[in-house]
Each structure stands twice: as structure tokens, then as C-alpha cells.
């Protein structure tokens, strides 16, 4: 469900060839296996919309076929099975083509996101408004939202994406202003995973603060796991979702006696696999450490090579430097084990 009261769903695209049937499905179940909550799929061939059967039978989350160009392919990807499709109707062409991929997408009650994104608007558009501008981005949107519904179909999500981020989040607060369907917010093309993070959570960010959004992407030059972790960081960051592991740390300085920074880093990796929320303080010395340490569900407070092991705000026990990661690896296990019905 995406929309309405539905949580803020996270979703990912893969980067393999669709038509490596084997390479798609590996990816979706690595991407399922980290959170994954919908996955897109290219569908640049007839070879590729062929896979779409064969990749849903092993994978158990819902798959969306994204099209360009060629309606005869979006046409085809809602026969063969997938759950929703992704078009651009700026490069769809002409409206009876949008109009025959709705009347099956209707039949098979398979909804459908129009995407409009700043690098494929209408030549129309940009002239009208002197070039790419959120105002024309949203009257994209809504000249292809009025012909579906001219249609009947109003089972839409819909999304306007561009790289540049105050003109994704003005045109995305515009679209909420113009209608009530469902919105998909990213920032396109953000760039490399740790900087591309960074500018989709300004971006999507500051939409999901103001209320605006109902599932993100986060688009990243890289391995798409990085974009579930990102997703969720972000809404996690709003408290709009709850999962896994989030490690405070500090940022070290010079009354650190502790080699801090790996055993954050080892921390977070060694647990990314955890779902339940859980909050673990690794700080670096007496200063804010015990504080953190002890609002943190699990926490290590460093003094000299040694710490002090938090739990639930207790003081359970000192542990050497070396015992830090072993030692937080091994209550979170037993936590999760507690916790496992
Ligand atoms: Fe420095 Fe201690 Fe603060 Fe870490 S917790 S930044 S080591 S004062």
C-alpha cells in the first residue's frame, strides 16, 4: 500500500540487465534481504519484459516495470504479471497510446506512477516557461493525471524528479498543493553513494518533514543496497519509520584514549542484518559518553583502552578496548533472541 495512512515505503531499482534473469533476481533478494520494500525493474526489451514472470516467482516483494518509449512494452509488462508500471508519458507519445496502456492497466487493476523528470520534459513545456521550471514540471504532472482521469483510472502515484534539489522540493510542494494521489519523492541522479545520500536527504528530507511523500528512492550511482540504507536512515532520522540498528557516535577529539572510530564502524556493519529497532551509544569518553550511553538501548562509554557497558541506562560491567565490538555484537544477539516471537 502506498499512500494514506500506509507507512512511507522504501523502494530501489536494480542495475542489472533485466533480461539476466538470474543477476535480477539475486540482486531483488540481496535488496529484500536489507529492507527492500518495492523493487523497479527496466524493461528496455521485449527480451526483458519476457523475465518479469520468471523474476516474480522468486522474489516475494512487489515488482514495478519501468518504461520508456515504447507502449507496447507497458502494455505487455502488465499482461506478464507485474504489479505496477512506471511511464513517462512525455516520452510515451501520443495520448491514444497513454490511453491503451491505461484501459489494460485498468482490466488488471494494476496501478500505474507517472514519473516526470526535469531531463525528459515536453519541448512544449520548456518553451512555455522559458526552460525547465517546477512550475512546469508540475503542469506536466497534472496534464497527464487529467487525461487518466478523463479515463477513470485515479489509481496513480506520482512523482517529479530532477537532480537539481530546491527545484525537486519546489515542484514537489506545488504537486501536493494540486492534488491528493500518492507521492514518490527522490532527488534523480544524485551522484555517488555518500554524497548522493547526502543531497537526497536534503531533498527528500525536507518534503517528508513537511508531510509531503508516501515512498522514496534514493538514487545512487552504486550497489542499490546502499540506497535501502539510506532510505531508511532518512525516515528513521524523521521518526517516520523504526528499524534496525542506529549507532550514536561522536565525532572523537583530542580526549579520546580509545581507537573509537573502527569500533563504530565495526558495530554497525556486524549488525546491519538486525530489523527490530535498536539504539546503540558508542562514545568516547566520560564527557557526553555515559548521557548517550545511558538513553541508548545498548551503549559503550570509552575511557583509557576500556569502557563502561551500558544497558537500558545500567552500568552492567568495564570491558577492555579489545572486548568493545565483540562484547556489543554479542547483547545485541541475545536481545534479538529475547526478542525473536
Ligand atoms: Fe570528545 Fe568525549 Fe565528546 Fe567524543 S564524547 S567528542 S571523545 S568529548
Known amino acids: 500500500m502506498i499512500g494514506g495512512d500506509a507507512p512511507i515505503s522504501v523502494q530501489s531499482m536494480t542495475s542489472t540487465r533485466t533480461e539476466d534473469v538470474e543477476a535480477t533476481i539475486a540482486q531483488i533478494q540481496r535488496l529484500e534481504q536489507v529492507g527492500c520494500e518495492l523493487v523497479r525493474i527496466a524493461i528496455p526489451t521485449k527480451e526483458a519484459v519476457k523475465a518479469i514472470a520468471k523474476i516474480k516467482s522468486q522474489i516475494s516483494i512487489p515488482l514495478i516495470a519501468d518504461i520508456h518509449f515504447d507502449y507496447r512494452l507497458a502494455i505487455e509488462a502488465i499482461e506478464q ?22 484501459k489494460v492497466a485498468k482490466e488488471h487493476g494494476v496501478p500505474i506512477r507517472i514519473g516526470v523528470n526535469a531531463g525528459s520534459l515536453q519541448k512544449s513545456l520548456i518553451q512555455k516557461y522559458n526552460g525547465i521550471t517546477p512550475e512546469a514540471l508540475v ?38 498543493k494540486a492534488c491528493d494521489y500518492p507521492i ?35 538514487s545512487l550511482t552504486g550497489d542499490p543496497v546502499d540506497e ?47 530489523e527490530k529497532p535498536l539504539t546503540i551509544a558508542v562514545m568516547g569518553c566520560g564527557v557526553n559518553g555515559p548521557g548517550e550511553a545511558r538513553w541508548a538501548d545498548l551503549g559503550v562509554a570509552c575511557g583509557k583502552h576500556s569502557a563502561l557497558l551500558f544497558r537500558k541506562g545500567q552500568i552492567i560491567k568495564k570491558i577492555k578496548e579489545e572486548e568493545i565490538v565483540s562484547t556489543l555484537i554479542e547483547e545485541v544477539r541475545k536481545w534479538e533472541e529475547k526478542n525473536s516471537s
Open 184 to 218: 514518490h519523492l527522490g532527488v534523480t541522479e544524485a551522484g555517488t553513494p555518500k554524497w548522493g545520500a547526502l543531497r537526497s536527504a536534503i531533498g527528500i528530507g525536507t518534503l517528508l518533514a513537511e508531510g509531503i511523500g508516501d515512498t522514496i528512492r534514493i
Open 139 to 176: 503542469e506536466s504532472a497534472m496534464e497527464h493525471v487529467r487525461t487518466c482521469e478523463e479515463m477513470g483510472f485515479f489509481d496513480l502515484v506520482l512523482s517529479i524528479k530532477a537532480s537539481d534539489v530546491p527545484m525537486t522540493i519546489e515542484a514537489n510542494r506545488m504537486l501536493a
Open 228 to 274: 535501502i540504507r539510506a532510505g531508511f536512515e532518512i525516515l528513521k532520522a524523521l521518526h517516520l519509520r523504526k528499524k534496525g540498528i542506529t549507532v550514536i557516535s561522536c565525532p572523537t577529539c583530542g580526549r579520546l584514549e580509545t581507537n573509537m572510530i573502527p569500533i563504530a564502524e565495526a558495530v554497525e556493519q556486524a549488525l546491519a542484518d538486525v
Open 81 to 102: 504479471g507485474a504489479d505496477k508500471i512506471r511511464i513517462n508519458p512525455g516520452n510515451i507519445g501520443s495520448k491514444d497510446r497513454l490511453e491503451k496502456i491505461l
